[in-house]
């Protein structure tokens, strides 16, 4: 596994602090690393000031997303990082998360009403989220007032000559591509149960709490019955999949606040799917997204390969970029219409600024939303190696187009059928299809044959332009 050192400075620790003043209370600061705003890169920056409305609930809703960036549900090792990635949104806050094994994705939203301040501000950064600061979170009661402060409070930096808190943290190349993965994994979800606070402990707290491989092999499902969660056996109609259920875990701290619980997920099918865990909870909602196998992360479902492939998603990822504000929600037919694009390149460039970290999905409000992390949209490719064999085989002409759509692939001292199916979706011969039939996004051989099947498009069309001139 590739890895990039990312190195986290921090002006000084995040802490707790206890006010001076005569209100009391305590003040939550947290100390911001490099990051992006609407004015460009900036060292430290500051998003927020101001008051939680709900501090108890807040706190242990932060852990929640702390223990997830520290744990490895499968084969725990040591985590890939203790940094919890914030995006300010002009109307919220979102804290996310990847565990070590990248196959549990967290996002905290505080919303407008959990917040009450000065305004939010609009950008993304990494918040130090250290072993005293979640002490001193475990101790914040339900009565004290807690100012929130995201960011330096003052500009007078007195760091210039003292010390600066720098972290470097391996970063895996697959914890990148599982913020893409997420995000279209999301968009395909709708909600397909919410039952009240009472079922919601009921049912959280009956799940198993062990972590480790024994997770990996064991996946449940779930119905809505009512204003209850019932398991089945089996994906029957209806059915949320919940795939290594342990994995659950994080959301104990905030159960006992507790508003409602929704889940979000694809129609049931065959195989385990992809599902997401909200809790709703007082101004704010937590959520977990539980990748489709325990024993593997978001970063191979290969969810992004299809919109990667199109021939424009480049330079209509590069138009599209010029238009995100860090909106809250973000539009496709809106985008669609300022760029001049269609619905259909807008959803592949969002997909294809997925894989630099740019945009997530909300499912809870069926909206993309826009974050900005220091990594280029153009690392995709070099990312994913199904599409790099692809252009391979490309290139070395080993496509040969049959009647139907369809097409024979050559590799090495064999032959692959690309076959088209009714609704244009391709099936292969190889072993990756017949393993995972589609289930982990399109293999190469298919990939192969759109990306000839585009080749071929544009170079008819250029030589129609020149016949026509």
Request: glycine share 10%; hydrophobic share 40%; aromatic share 6%.
């Amino acid at each position: 596994m590739t890895q990039a050192v990312q190195t986290y400075a921090y002006l000084r620790p995040s802490a707790v602090l206890d006010n001076a003043s005569s209100t009391g209370g305590r003040s939550l600061a947290l100390a911001t690393s490099g990051g992006a705003t609407p004015a460009g890169p900036a060292a430290n920056p500051r998003f927020f000031s101001g008051f939680l409305t709900a501090p108890a609930i807040a706190a242990a809703a932060l852990l929640a997303v702390a223990d997830v960036a520290a744990t490895r549900y499968y084969q725990p090792l040591r985590p890939a990082s203790l940094d919890p990635v914030v995006t300010a949104n002009g109307d919220r806050l979102r804290f996310e998360s990847f565990s070590g094994c990248c196959g549990v994705y967290a996002r905290l939203d505080v919303l407008a009403g959990g917040l009450d301040g000065d305004e939010i501000g609009h950008g993304t950064t990494n918040v130090d989220v250290n072993n005293p600061l979640r002490d001193a979170l475990a101790r914040i009661g339900a009565a004290e007032p807690l100012h929130l402060a995201v960011g330096p409070q003052t500009l007078e930096v007195t760091t210039l000559d003292g010390p600066v808190l720098e972290k470097k943290v391996p970063l895996p190349d697959r914890w990148l591509r599982g913020f893409a993965e997420t995000q279209v994994l999301a968009a395909g979800f709708d909600l397909r149960a919410e039952v009240p606070a009472a079922e919601a402990v009921r049912f959280l707290r009956s799940l198993p709490r062990g972590t480790g491989r024994a997770g990996a092999r064991t996946t449940q499902w779930v119905v809505p019955a009512g204003r209850t969660l019932r398991p089945t056996s089996r994906p029957v109609p209806g059915a949320v999949c919940l795939p290594g259920p342990e994995r659950l875990a994080a959301l104990q701290r905030v159960l006992r606040h507790a508003l409602a619980l929704r889940v979000y997920g694809p129609p049931a099918g065959p195989s385990a799917l992809a599902a997401a865990w909200e809790v709703v909870l007082p101004g704010m909602r937590l959520t977990l997204t539980l990748s489709p196998d325990a024993s593997r992360g978001f970063s191979g479902e290969g969810g992004v390969l299809d919109a990667l492939a199109t021939p424009d998603a480049a330079a209509d990822a590069e138009l599209v970029s010029v238009l995100l504000a860090w909106e809250p929600r973000v539009d496709p037919a809106e985008l669609a219409e300022q760029s001049g694009l269609t619905v259909q390149r807008v959803r592949a460039a969002l997909t294809r600024l997925g894989t630099a970290g740019q945009i997530g999905y909300d499912p809870a409000e069926a909206a993309y939303f826009h974050r900005q992390l220091p990594y280029d949209s153009g690392r995709a490719d070099s990312q994913n190696p199904r599409l790099r064999a692809a252009r391979a085989l490309v290139a070395a002409g080993a496509v040969r187009p049959e009647a139907g759509g369809g097409a024979l692939v050559t590799v090495d001292d064999h032959v692959q059928r690309v076959r088209a199916g009714a609704d244009g979706r391709l099936s292969c011969t190889c072993l990756w299809w017949a393993k995972y039939r589609g289930g982990r996004g399109p293999c190469k051989h298919a990939l192969a044959v759109g990306l000839a099947r585009d080749e071929n498009r544009d170079e008819n069309r250029d030589e129609n332009r020149e016949g026509a001139r």
